[in-house]
């Protein structure tokens, strides 16, 4: 090949591989992560009663109120999304923004427009922790949002058939160390000697890893957790290159752990790097099964 057309095809190379990067990076820090996804599930639960075949839960994760995404409107248009399918109840598993901002009650106020037949549900997520659960619960209460830290809410229906939701506490309050999820043993156990024996148990947890704790108790039919953004980034081949401590086993979508299903949010904001790449934002629509 001659010297000039040997640099007409190099420059080209080079002008191809930037406009795709450029657009990749684009993509990635502006479409993907505004396209969310609607996941429907329908998941068998041994003990549900039948007063709750069909029953439908809406589930949002990490939404993550920070000063460079998530903000009212982006938030506002998310409700009518979840809304728009007509929950029996709402639940929100933690991460309601991304650290401390004295500014955070009107983006969070777009939460207050939710609308469920049995209302909404919450437990906190490690940034809520690090950002202080009292300020983040004072802002959160008056918009019709119930904590569930280390609490259960029973829902009844008629001949007494009983859905029990139950929240535990972040299990990462302190940033400096990890601690096990089998040090929290003890308290969800105290959970599960407080609930009803009869009618099926939903557990909140923010850390998905945790579902290795929960099944021991052979009392939830189904754990509902966030925290991973299911990676934020799925490269073809590789897989999701990072994901967050207490959340490297059940890292997005649905496992059979013992004889409990668990489900694992990807989330609707972001941490830094702010990029999303075939990890789409996600609400979760979940319709309940009796066998």
Same mark, same amino acid.
């Given at each position: 090949?001659?010297?000039r057309q040997f640099l007409k095809v190099a420059g080209g190379t080079v002008a191809g591989t930037v406009l795709l990067g450029t657009g990749t990076s684009f993509y990635s820090t502006h479409i993907e992560p505004a396209n969310i996804d609607c996941t429907q599930l329908s998941l068998r639960l041994p003990r549900l009663s039948p007063a709750f075949h069909g029953y439908r839960i809406a589930q949002l994760s990490d939404i993550h109120i920070d000063d460079t995404w998530m903000d009212f409107k982006r938030l506002s248009d998310i409700v009518k999304q979840v809304n728009a399918q007509h929950p029996d109840l709402i639940v929100i598993t933690g991460d309601f923004v991304t650290r401390y901002y004295p500014w955070a009650a009107r983006p969070l106020a777009a939460l207050g427009d939710?609308?469920?037949? $049995?209302?909404?549900?919450?437990?906190?997520?490690?940034? /809520?922790?690090?950002?202080?659960? $009292?300020? @983040?619960?004072?802002?959160?209460? #008056? @918009?019709?949002?119930? /904590? @569930?830290?280390n609490e259960?809410?029973?829902?009844?229906? +008629?001949?007494?058939?009983?859905?029990h939701i139950v929240g535990i506490e972040d299990l990462w309050p302190d940033p400096s160390y990890i601690n096990s999820v089998w040090e929290y043993s003890d308290t969800i156990a105290g959970l599960v000697k407080r609930l009803p024996s009869e009618g099926s148990a939903?557990? @909140?947890?923010? +850390?998905p890893d945790f579902a290795d704790v929960a099944t021991k108790t052979e009392r939830f039919d189904l754990q509902l957790s966030g925290h991973t953004h299911g990676g934020q980034v799925r490269? #073809?081949?590789?897989?999701? #290159?990072?994901?967050?401590p207490l959340g490297h086993k059940y890292v997005s979508g649905l496992y059979s752990v013992g004889s409990m299903l668990q489900y694992t949010n990807r989330g609707l904001g972001m941490v830094k790097p702010q990029v999303r790449f075939d990890c789409r934002p996600e609400i979760t629509i979940i319709e309940c099964q009796a066998l």
């Open positions: 090949m001659h010297k939710l609308h469920a037949r $049995d209302g909404v549900f919450s437990i906190y997520g490690n940034h /809520d922790a690090w950002s202080g659960t $009292d300020w @983040l619960g004072a802002l959160i209460k #008056p @918009l019709g949002i119930n /904590d @569930l830290t259960f809410h029973t829902i009844k229906r +008629e001949n007494g058939a009983m859905l939903i557990l @909140l947890a923010h +850390e490269i #073809p081949l590789v897989g999701t #290159p990072r994901t967050p």
